[in-house]
């Protein structure tokens, strides 16, 4: 149980890094604002045209008599718009990554570099446009992983009692470990790990892993928040990705704020 509070830790740590790099902090602001504007733009026309996008795929129950129609393509609707709403929380971490990837990628080293002990910080040395690439790709096979276990958390959610109690207790887990796997990526990335390693890397250590990702994934529920929290929660992520890998930090890392860039 202990990694669970270390894990935790880690997201403090990335949060109070991120206050005292106060220009820092401004720019990366800016990937997680453009992403909650199309975010919000989709919902709110899934909002407005889901009714009719239901009705459309629904044609047999054209002929059915009041109130089943009504009661059964509100169901469908409230699914779909549940749904929409679910697969937003999942993908918003990487869209907001891919749109930020040079920013992000920045952060991430000079995390690193502070955090390492004789100040230097791995570089992929890959060209912008195949960081990118290898992000997209990535995150994609992430979403399908996590559209599967949505699916199936959504599906255990009609099973009494279990279904309003412990399934949605499993799925915010579920949720913070596949937001954790997008964050560490930046950094994990960087240093050359593939994605399958990096699922095992993050499996070996769950309780650490769900520290981290879990509370941050239902401050994600809260409107706005993740746009606050994302360039902290990659300064936090780059230094669980030094912990999952075991990798040596300096003695008092970022106890003191840097004078030219800590927030006046």
Do not use: C
């Amino acid at each position: 149980m202990r990694d669970l509070g270390v894990g935790f830790g880690h997201l403090l740590k990335g949060q109070r890094w991120m206050s005292r790099h106060g220009r820092s902090y401004g720019f990366g602001l800016l990937p997680g604002l453009i992403a909650l504007v199309l975010y919000a733009g989709a919902l709110v026309a899934l909002a407005v045209w889901g009714e009719d996008a239901v009705t459309w795929a629904t044609p047999f129950a054209d002929h059915w008599s009041s109130p089943w129609q009504g009661l059964f393509r509100g169901f469908l609707t409230a699914v779909l718009f549940a749904l929409g709403l679910l697969l937003a929380v999942l993908t918003f971490t990487a869209v907001t990554l891919l749109i930020g990837q040079p920013f992000y990628e920045n952060l991430s080293e000079q995390v690193d570099a502070e955090a390492s002990p004789d100040g230097t910080a791995l570089r992929s040395g890959l060209p912008l446009w195949r960081e990118l690439w290898i992000s997209a790709r990535d995150s994609l096979r992430i979403l399908v992983r996590a559209a599967l276990w949505g699916v199936l958390l959504f599906a255990l959610g009609f099973l009494p009692v279990v279904g309003q109690t412990a399934v949605p207790v499993l799925g915010f887990f579920v949720t913070g470990f596949f937001l954790t796997e997008e964050l560490t990526a930046v950094a994990l990335q960087r240093r050359g790990v593939e994605l399958r390693a990096r699922l095992a890397l993050l499996r070996s250590r769950k309780t650490l892993v769900w520290g981290f990702g879990t509370p941050l994934g239902l401050a994600f529920l809260i409107p706005f928040v993740a746009v606050f929290l994302m360039p902290g929660a990659v300064a936090g992520a780059t230094l669980l990705a030094r912990e999952l890998l075991g990798e040596e930090n300096a003695d008092g890392l970022a106890d003191e704020p840097e004078e030219e860039n800590a927030t006046p």
